[in-house]
C-alpha cells in the first residue's frame, strides 16, 4: 500500500482523506505521490498512517456511495452538481464577510487585510475555472463517455486544470497559514469566527473536488483518448 498515491487511495475510500488530511498529507493537488513519499514529505511515521487506515476498513461501511464508483459522465455531473454548486453558493458569502472582517479589523491585525486579498483572488480563479469545465472540458468528457468520438484534444485543457488546482492549492495553503490553521482568536466577533469555519469548509471541499478530477476524472478522460 505506501507505493500506492494518496489519490488512488482515496479514490478507492474516502474516509481515508479525512485520515491525511490530520497529518497535512496532501492528496489532490499532490495525489500522485505514493503514501511512502507523502508520509516522509509531511515528516509522518507511515506505519502511524497505515494503523489509522486498517482503523477505518474496520469501521461500518458509509452509507453514502463513493463518487469515485461513478460512470465518468455521472461524475462529472456529480462534481458540477455538488462542488461548482457548493462554490457558487458560498464564494460570494465568503467575499462580503472577507471584505469587512479586513475592513474592520484589519488595522489591528494586518493579515486579515492579506487573507482578504488572497482569497479575492482565489475566488475569481475558481469562478473562472468551473467555467472553463462546464462549457468545454466537461461536455468533451461527457460526449466520450457516452461513446461518441473525442470533439476537441484534451491534453490542453487538462493541463491547464491541474496548473489551476496548483495554484489553488496555494492559495489555501497560504490561507491556513494566514489564518493559524482557520483558528479565530479568543475575542474574535461572529463574522470573524464565521469566515474562518468559512474558509475551513472551503478547504475541506476544494479538497475532495480537486482530487475527484485530478485521481479519478482527467485520468480516466486520458485513457479513453489513448483506447480510442
Known amino acids: 500500500m505506501i507505493d500506492r498515491t494518496v489519490g488512488e487511495l482515496v479514490a478507492e475510500r474516502p474516509g481515508r482523506s479525512r485520515i491525511l488530511q490530520r497529518h497535512g498529507i496532501d492528496f489532490c493537488c499532490q495525489g500522485a505521490r505514493t503514501l511512502d513519499e507523502a508520509c516522509d514529505g509531511s515528516r509522518v511515521a507511515v506505519e502511524a498512517v497505515l494503523g489509522e487506515f486498517a482503523a477505518e476498513v474496520a469501521q461500518p461501511a458509509a452509507k453514502v456511495p ?31 464577510m472577507a ?46 463517455s457516452c461513446g461518441e468520438s473525442c470533439v476537441m484534444p484534451l491534453d490542453g485543457p487538462i493541463t491547464c486544470m ?57 485520468p480516466q478522460a486520458q485513457a479513453m483518448v489513448t483506447r480510442a
Open 99 to 144: 471584505q469587512q472582517v479586513a475592513a474592520v479589523h484589519g488595522r489591528h491585525t494586518p493579515s486579515l487585510i492579506e487573507v482578504s486579498t488572497v482569497y479575492m483572488a482565489l475566488a475569481d480563479e475558481l469562478a473562472s475555472h468551473v467555467l472553463k469545465e462546464e462549457n468545454i472540458l466537461f461536455p468533451a468528457i461527457v460526449a466520450m
Open 66 to 96: 463513493n463518487p469515485a464508483a461513478l460512470p465518468l459522465h455521472e461524475l462529472c455531473a456529480y462534481i458540477v452538481e455538488t462542488h461548482h454548486g457548493y462554490l457558487r453558493r458560498e464564494l460570494p458569502r465568503l467575499r462580503t
Open 162 to 218: 491541474l496548473h489551476e488546482h496548483d495554484d489553488a492549492g496555494q492559495g489555501l495553503a497560504r490561507l491556513r497559514e494566514l489564518t493559524n490553521g482557520f483558528e479565530p482568536p479568543a475575542d474574535a466577533c461572529n463574522t470573524y469566527r464565521a469566515l474562518f469555519a468559512g474558509l475551513l469548509e472551503l478547504e475541506d471541499d476544494l479538497h475532495r473536488h480537486i482530487h475527484l478530477e485530478n485521481s479519478v476524472v482527467f
